[in-house]
């Protein structure tokens, strides 16, 4: 797999089979990702890595601290703006279609958001660790490793889903975890076997041609 196929074979698996993933395949996919690029070298990334008993720790956890609490680092900014409200809204909608999960039945919708909360029932999740003190800079780095983990996962056949859903989980979590108060949770992530017989990982979301993001000048 070269490194087109695996940006385009990426995709956000939002069900999973539960064959576990040994801890070798984990750290040899850390091991790869940790190439990634970052400002002044900071790797400012650390990872917390949960699988079985642990892993139903936190997922049991996050079932006893629902709905959990947005901070003062939203995942969005408030009343989200054109193009990037219909983007978010278009996600949704197509992803509930394949759901077969209409608009109304709201009660459907939020168990299937639930679902993040059980890593969509991948036997792996990753918890990636920032210090509270580093700035928008260092959280771009973060985002550079995440998709480093992504991608040296699916190489190796392993799907992903990045999960902010994590993040209204970050207090719990801190106490599980005993992070010292200088860190915190950013975003979680599920790691495991894609089940390509669910309809939900048929979803491939949209993306905006080039001309709708660049500008392309002095060629
Ligand atoms: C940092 C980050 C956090 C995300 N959090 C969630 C999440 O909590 N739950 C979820 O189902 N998808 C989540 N996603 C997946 C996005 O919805 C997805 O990447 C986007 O729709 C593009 O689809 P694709 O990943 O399948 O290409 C997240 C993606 C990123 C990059």
Redesign the pocket.
């Known amino acids: 797999m070269n490194v087109t196929e695996a940006l385009k074979a990426?995709?956000?698996v939002?069900a999973f089979k539960p064959d576990p993933l040994p801890e070798t395949l984990v750290r040899e996919i850390l091991d790869i990702a940790r190439f990634a690029p970052s400002g002044g070298n900071l790797q400012p990334w650390k990872v917390i890595a949960v699988s079985g008993a642990e892993r139903d720790e936190v997922v049991a956890l996050a079932k006893a601290n629902l709905p959990g609490a947005e901070d003062d680092r939203p995942?969005y900014p408030a009343n989200l703006w054109e193009p990037y409200r219909s983007r978010r809204y278009k996600?949704g909608e197509d992803m509930y279609a394949l759901l077969d999960i209409p608009r109304e039945n709201k009660g459907a919708r939020l168990m299937h958001l639930m679902q993040?909360y059980e890593f969509?029932g991948a036997p792996v999740g990753l918890f990636f660790v920032i210090e509270k003190a580093m700035g928008h800079g260092q959280w771009a780095h973060m985002?550079m490793f995440?998709q480093s983990v992504a991608l040296a996962a699916i190489e190796r056949g392993v799907g992903s889903?990045?999960?902010?859903?994590?993040a209204r989980m970050r207090v719990p979590l801190a106490s599980h975890f005993a992070l010292p108060d200088e860190e915190m949770i950013y975003?979680?992530m599920a790691l495991g076997y894609a089940d390509e017989t669910k309809a939900v990982n048929t979803?491939?979301?949209d993306r905006a041609s080039v001309d709708e993001f660049a500008t392309f000048k002095g060629f």
């Open positions: 990426r995709i956000s939002r995942v996600l993040n969509f985002g995440m889903c990045m999960q902010e859903a994590w975003c979680g979803l491939r979301a």
